[in-house]
């Protein structure tokens, strides 16, 4: 897999096994579903007829009243009883291993690189920081929407393009699979391209 380092056109050769691979459909939406699914809080409780305090006590005698017979004021049809099929407690994490997830990133990459989709710089490099000067560096590229990966958090990068609509900064070690499909593009400095390897590839 060859790509280009802009802005002079430099072609860094890529390993295949990790930019080049097939987009499989089904692994990148189970890991993205499990990436939801294990953040998901658990705050419903409803209580069902067992959890109710009180009635304990048979409200009337079996026979001879006329009503029909109960034995329990905290049932489903009483009112102050409990509920039917009360919702709880529930675990809704899903298991995805280490060799899932990194294929799944490996599958992400590869497409947005066939889609051309994924623009390669040298550097990103602010004298100082203003918003104007990353918008301007954006543009020069013509990205709108982009997610910008560097290898560690530069201060005058975050600080100048915080501020800019539809453009997210994320490191290598804090990608994942829904952050990288997020934006129309991904903005790449060589060094984090290099670094995803490391860290995602076979």
Request: with cysteine.
């Amino acid at each position: 897999m060859k790509i280009k380092i802009l802005p002079k056109n430099v072609i860094l050769n890529l390993p295949d096994s990790c930019f080049s691979v097939d987009y499989k459909k089904t692994l990148v939406h189970q890991v993205i579903t499990s990436y939801f699914a294990n953040g998901r809080d658990n705050i419903s409780s409803q209580k069902n007829r067992s959890a109710v305090s009180g009635g304990g006590k048979k409200p009337w005698r079996q026979k001879g009243t006329g009503r029909a017979r109960a034995g329990t004021t905290r049932g489903p049809i009483w009112r102050g009883g409990g509920v039917t099929f009360a919702s709880g407690k529930r675990n809704y994490s899903e298991k995805i291993n280490k060799k899932m997830y990194n294929g799944a990133m490996r599958s992400i990459i590869s497409e947005l690189i066939r889609t051309d989709k994924v623009v390669v710089v040298d550097k990103i490099q602010l004298d100082e920081i203003k918003t104007k000067s990353m918008s301007s560096l954006l543009k020069s590229y013509k990205l709108e929407s982009a997610l910008i990966v560097i290898n560690d958090i530069d201060e005058k990068i975050f600080l100048s393009s915080r501020n800019l609509k539809n453009i997210g900064i994320a490191t290598v070690d804090y990608l994942d699979p829904p952050l990288m499909l997020s934006f129309k593009n991904v903005l790449f400095t060589k060094d984090s391209l290099l670094n995803f390897e490391k860290r995602f590839g076979v």
